[in-house]
């Protein structure tokens, strides 16, 4: 099925919220959370509420059948946030569901329409990065007085309902939740693959480190290398499939991971390395096509396993050029089962 106008509109409407959302989060927490004496506790708990409670929520999500009032919930309690900073452990926690919530609902309705293809979500995943990256960088600074962000969360809540309201009810609905009976073996190994594809991306991307990067220009580059592979990835996954797509960006990815010292094969490698992102979302989805909530969820809690070695420091890979080519030799491994047996 062709994205329509009216699909691009909705799209377009959640990519920009998850833009906002991403910021707004890493805004607060460097702004302001930074200061608390907890706040090493205070990033673990808001990943474990960012990502691992997708899980769980994505199951509700599944069963509400309400996806955009789900996101507007999320747009909503990630405003909120900003009136608990005087307790962070309280901020951080609705911080974190907030985000959770945002995701789910424009994730889940971004995969209703994307039954044959993949582009739509990576071009709604791949703004969070753009995100993520200008809210630490205000959010250490002064330029941005911090009640901007929580007047524009609610605007971007009533901008989600609105374009609802002008598709006049013409979202697809989710498919009636249901898991599948007794884990067929098939589905078994679509899960496992996949999942553990996403902690080696979410490890490496957290460990990953060049001599060239630094704060300013090649830090920018390479978080636009992080956006426009996500984004890409799922458009040639629909032009060539996703199984070569993942085979080519994983398989080209480890020798330019062996260089690391050259600024062009290092931001290549991350371009590559982060296409398979939409297509781990969306083969996951068809193997779970009653449980797209849970599909989503079960692969952010991937990421929030692959947060934990770094953020207790526990190393394992040396940090040497090799093991980061030898995660993308992994994850390929991975991967080629797990699409293989999603049967896209």
């Known amino acids: 099925m062709a994205y329509t106008r009216k699909h691009w509109r909705m799209i377009s409407t959640y990519s920009a919220a998850h833009f906002l959302v991403d910021f707004a989060c890493a805004f607060l927490m460097f702004r302001t959370i930074s200061a608390s004496p907890d706040f090493r506790l205070c ?4 990943n474990f509420c960012a990502f691992a409670m997708q899980m769980p929520l994505g199951i509700l999500a599944d069963r509400l059948d309400r ?23 309280a901020a951080v926690i609705v911080l974190g569901l907030g985000n959770a919530l945002f995701h789910l609902g424009g994730g889940v309705d971004v995969l209703n329409i994307s039954t044959r293809r993949s582009g739509a979500l990576g071009v709604f995943v791949s703004p969070g990065a753009f995100g993520i990256y200008l809210g630490t960088l205000l959010g250490n600074g002064t330029a941005l007085s911090p009640i901007v ?32 009976a007794g884990t067929p073996r098939r589905i078994l190994i679509v899960a496992v ?6 902690c080696l991306r979410s490890y490496v991307g957290l460990a990953l480190s060049f001599p060239w990067k630094s704060p300013g220009l ?20 629909d032009k060539l499939g996703a199984l070569r797509v993942g085979v080519i960006s994983l398989g ?9 010292r050259s600024a062009a094969a290092g931001l290549l490698s991350v371009l590559l390395f ?31 396993l692959g947060f934990l070695p770094a953020y207790s420091g526990v190393t394992f890979f040396s940090g040497a050029p090799w093991t980061f080519a030898a995660a993308a030799v992994i994850s390929l491994a991975l991967l080629w089962p797990g699409l293989r047996k999603a049967k896209l």
């Not at 068809?286 to 692969?299: I, R, V």
């Open 43 to 46: 990033i673990l708990l808001y």
């Open 67 to 89: 996806n955009f009032l789900v996101a507007i919930a999320g747009c909503v309690l990630v405003g909120a946030a900003y009136g608990f900073v005087a307790f962070p452990l």
């Open 149 to 180: 962000v929580p007047i524009a969360l609610p605007a971007a809540a009533v901008v989600i309902f609105a374009v609802h309201r002008l598709q006049r009810g013409q979202y697809p609905k989710n498919a009636a939740f249901a898991l599948p």
């Open 193 to 198: 693959c996949l999942f553990f594809v996403v």
């Open 218 to 237: 090649w830090a920018a580059l390479a978080v636009c290398a992080v956006v426009f592979g996500k984004a890409a990835g799922g458009f040639l996954a």
């Open 252 to 260: 080209a990815a480890a020798p330019l991971f062996l260089i690391p």
């Open 274 to 304: 982060n296409m398979t992102m939409p297509i781990t979302l969306w083969a996951m989805a068809k193997a779970f096509p009653g449980a797209k909530g849970f599909s989503f969820g079960l692969l952010t809690f991937g990421l929030f």
